[in-house]
């Protein structure tokens, strides 16, 4: 019985799903951004949580801990240095995972796997004044979903930047 067993095992011995799951936490902390299966996802946004929360840590011994899993001077400088300002609001749930279709060969799941990194473009602008009251709206931002289906689908923008889809023409 699998009583009390959290892990997935992946078909694989303990070394070389170690390695697996360290090949993806480098990639994705230095990419930002893979896609891979659900799985895989899921279970390497445990290890993700963890290595993020020690940079944020950013003691000696913390560097020495990630610095001996993930043996690379690019993650430790971007887990220490960079991560923390960005991550500064958060204590966990520093990832996303996006469903895509599944893989053609053995259908498996496959999915989009994303850090959480907020955006710079919070442009705001000052709409009225009232009374000395200053009314602050923000600009409507566009995912990059939105901005991926737009230039696909060849939709064009009114003035309010939502997206009107072109209606498809069928040809026989």
Do not use: C
């Not at 070389?16 to 946004?45: F, G």
């Not at 993930?70 to 204590?91: A, C, D, G, I």
């Amino acid at each position: 019985m699998r009583h009390r067993k959290t892990n997935r095992k992946f078909s694989r011995t303990k070394d070389r799903r170690n390695a697996l799951l360290r090949n993806l936490a480098v990639s994705l902390i230095l990419y930002e951004k893979i896609s891979t299966t659900k799985q895989k996802a899921k279970e390497v946004r445990k290890l993700i949580d963890k290595l993020i929360n020690l940079g944020k840590k950013g003691d000696f011994e913390s560097k020495k801990i990630i610095l001996k899993y993930t043996s690379s001077k690019n993650v430790l400088k971007k887990l220490t240095q960079e991560f923390p300002k960005k991550f500064e609001k958060r204590n966990s749930g520093y990832t996303r995972i996006i469903a895509k279709e599944n893989r053609k060969g053995d259908n498996a799941e496959m999915v989009i796997f994303e850090l959480l990194i907020p955006r710079k473009n919070n442009k705001k602008e000052i709409v009225k004044k009232q009374d000395k009251k200053i009314i602050v709206k923000e600009e409507e931002k566009k995912s990059w979903f939105d901005k991926a289906r737009n230039s696909v689908s060849g939709g064009k923008k009114d003035k309010k930047t939502k997206v009107i889809v072109a209606p498809r023409t069928t040809s026989k």
